[in-house]
C-alpha cells in the first residue's frame, strides 16, 4: 500500500507541475522579448496571423512590431492572446513567409517555438520579472558575458530564484560543461547542501540531484538516499537509482542496501527498493531476489522493485508470482 501511495503521489504531482523548457525555447529562439498581441487575422482556413507589439527586446530583431504565424490545426503548443503580455520566444519565419506571398510590410515574421514553458505571462514590472531576467541573462551569457559571471548568476537562480526557474538554471547548468566548470568549490558546497535539504520542490530536488551527478560530487548517492524516506515520490526514488548506478555502477546496490537495514518504516523501505531496483544493475537483481525469496514472494514493495528493474530475469520473477 505505501508503494502504491507513493507511485500515486508522483503521477498527481507529475499532473500538478507544469513541464518546463523555457531554457530550451531561449536557446532555440531567433528572437526573443516581452510583447502584447494587438491583432489577429486568418489568412486561410489553416493560417492565423498574430500581431505583436514588443514592449521588450531581450534578444534578436530591432522591429517594434512582428507578425507570428500560427497553424491552428497542426500547432499543439500555445498562441498568442490579445492584449497579454507575454515573454515569447519566436523562430524565423521568412522562408515560410515568402513562399506564402505574405506582404514585407507586415514583417518581419516569426513562428514559436513550441517548447512547454516558453510563452510565460510576464507582469507589470517587467524588468522585475523573473522569466524576464532570466531570459536576459542567458541573452548576456550569448553575447559574451564572461561564463564565470553567468555561472554564479545561474548558481544563485538556481538556489534561491522562483519556483519552476530554479529548476531551469540547475537544469541549464547540467546541460553546459562549460558552465560547470566555472562553478566555485563553495557553489557546489551550498548546492549540494540544497539538493540535500529539499524535501518539499520535487522537481526541483532531482534537478539539482542531476546537476550534482554530472559533476560527480563525492557523497552524493548517500545524502540523497537519506531523503528517501522524506520524499514520498516514486520518480524521486528512481532518480535516486539511476544515479547511483551512474556514479557506483554494481556498487550501488551494495550502498542502498546499507540504508535498506537501517529503514525503520515501510514507506523508507519501499522507497528504498525502489531505488535499487532502479539502479537497473545485477547486483541490484541478486538482491531482490533474494528478498524475494525470504518473504516468500508476498513482499509488495519488492515486487515493485523488480517491476522497475525491468529484465528478462525481474519480469519472470513477477510472472512467477500470478
Given at each position: 500500500?505505501?508503494?502504491?501511495?507513493?507511485?500515486?503521489?508522483?503521477?498527481?504531482?507529475?499532473?500538478?507541475?507544469?513541464?518546463?523548457?523555457?531554457?530550451?525555447?531561449?536557446?532555440?529562439?531567433?528572437?526573443?522579448?516581452?510583447?502584447?498581441?494587438?491583432?489577429?487575422?486568418?489568412?486561410?482556413?489553416?493560417?492565423?496571423?498574430?500581431?505583436?507589439?514588443?514592449?521588450?527586446?531581450?534578444?534578436?530583431?530591432?522591429?517594434?512590431?512582428?507578425?507570428?504565424?500560427?497553424?491552428?490545426?497542426?500547432?499543439?503548443?500555445?498562441?498568442?492572446?490579445?492584449?497579454?503580455?507575454?515573454?515569447?520566444?519566436?523562430?524565423?519565419?521568412?522562408?515560410?513567409?515568402?513562399?506564402?506571398?505574405?506582404?514585407?510590410?507586415?514583417?518581419?515574421?516569426?513562428?514559436?517555438?513550441?517548447?512547454?514553458?516558453?510563452?510565460?505571462?510576464?507582469?507589470?514590472?517587467?524588468?522585475?520579472?523573473?522569466?524576464?531576467?532570466?531570459?536576459?541573462?542567458?541573452?548576456?551569457?550569448?553575447?559574451?558575458?564572461?561564463?564565470?559571471?553567468?555561472?554564479?548568476?545561474?548558481?544563485?537562480?538556481?538556489?534561491?530564484?522562483?519556483?519552476?526557474?530554479?529548476?531551469?538554471?540547475?537544469?541549464f547548468l547540467a546541460e553546459r560543461p562549460t558552465l560547470r566548470a566555472k562553478i566555485t568549490e563553495l557553489q557546489w558546497s551550498r548546492i549540494l547542501t540544497r539538493t540535500s535539504g529539499e524535501i518539499d520542490?520535487?522537481?526541483?530536488?532531482?534537478?539539482?540531484?542531476?546537476?550534482?551527478?554530472?559533476?560527480?560530487?563525492?557523497?552524493?548517492?548517500?545524502?540523497?538516499?537519506?531523503?528517501?524516506?522524506?520524499?514520498?515520490?516514486?520518480?524521486?526514488?528512481?532518480?535516486?537509482?539511476?544515479?547511483?548506478?551512474?556514479?557506483?555502477?554494481?556498487?550501488?546496490?551494495?550502498?542502498?542496501?546499507?540504508r535498506l537495514r537501517l529503514a525503520g518504516q515501510e514507506k523508507d523501505r519501499a522507497a528504498l527498493l525502489l531505488a535499487i531496483g532502479a539502479t537497473n544493475t545485477s547486483s541490484a537483481l541478486e538482491a531482490?531476489?533474494?528478498?524475494?525469496?525470504?518473504?516468500?514472494?508476498?513482499?509488495?514493495?519488492?515486487?515493485?522493485?523488480?517491476?522497475?528493474?525491468?529484465?528478462?530475469?525481474?519480469?519472470?520473477?513477477?510472472?512467477?508470482?500470478?
Amino acid at each position: 500500500m505505501v508503494l502504491l501511495r507513493l507511485l500515486a503521489t508522483s503521477l498527481l504531482f507529475a499532473c500538478l507541475l507544469p513541464a518546463q523548457d523555457l531554457r530550451r525555447g531561449l536557446v532555440d529562439a531567433d528572437f526573443v522579448a516581452v510583447a502584447r498581441a494587438i491583432g489577429k487575422k486568418e489568412h486561410d482556413a489553416d493560417l492565423v496571423l498574430h500581431r505583436l507589439q514588443v514592449i521588450r527586446r531581450i534578444r534578436g530583431d530591432e522591429a517594434q512590431t512582428v507578425t507570428v504565424l500560427d497553424w491552428p490545426n497542426l500547432a499543439l503548443h500555445a498562441r498568442p492572446m490579445i492584449r497579454q503580455s507575454r515573454l515569447y520566444c519566436l523562430q524565423d519565419a521568412s522562408a515560410q513567409a515568402t513562399r506564402l506571398g505574405l506582404p514585407a510590410a507586415d514583417g518581419p515574421y516569426f513562428k514559436m517555438v513550441g517548447w512547454s514553458g516558453s510563452n510565460p505571462l510576464v507582469g507589470e514590472n517587467v524588468e522585475g520579472d523573473p522569466n524576464v531576467q532570466f531570459a536576459a541573462l542567458l541573452a548576456r551569457s550569448e553575447a559574451g558575458t564572461p561564463p564565470t559571471e553567468t555561472a554564479a548568476d545561474l548558481c544563485s537562480i538556481a538556489l534561491l530564484g522562483a519556483p519552476g526557474l530554479r529548476t531551469e538554471a540547475a537544469r541549464f547548468l547540467a546541460e553546459r560543461p562549460t558552465l560547470r566548470a566555472k562553478i566555485t568549490e563553495l557553489q557546489w558546497s551550498r548546492i549540494l547542501t540544497r539538493t540535500s535539504g529539499e524535501i518539499d520542490d520535487v522537481a526541483h530536488k532531482i534537478a539539482l540531484a542531476e546537476l550534482c551527478a554530472e559533476q560527480g560530487l563525492p557523497g552524493l548517492l548517500d545524502s540523497l538516499a537519506v531523503s528517501l524516506g522524506q520524499v514520498q515520490d516514486a520518480e524521486y526514488a528512481r532518480t535516486v537509482g539511476r544515479i547511483g548506478a551512474l556514479l557506483h555502477g554494481e556498487d550501488a546496490t551494495t550502498k542502498l542496501e546499507e540504508r535498506l537495514r537501517l529503514a525503520g518504516q515501510e514507506k523508507d523501505r519501499a522507497a528504498l527498493l525502489l531505488a535499487i531496483g532502479a539502479t537497473n544493475t545485477s547486483s541490484a537483481l541478486e538482491a531482490l531476489l533474494r528478498i524475494d525469496s525470504a518473504s516468500g514472494g508476498k513482499d509488495a514493495a519488492v515486487e515493485a522493485a523488480l517491476r522497475e528493474h525491468r529484465s528478462p530475469r525481474a519480469k519472470e520473477a513477477v510472472a512467477r508470482r500470478k
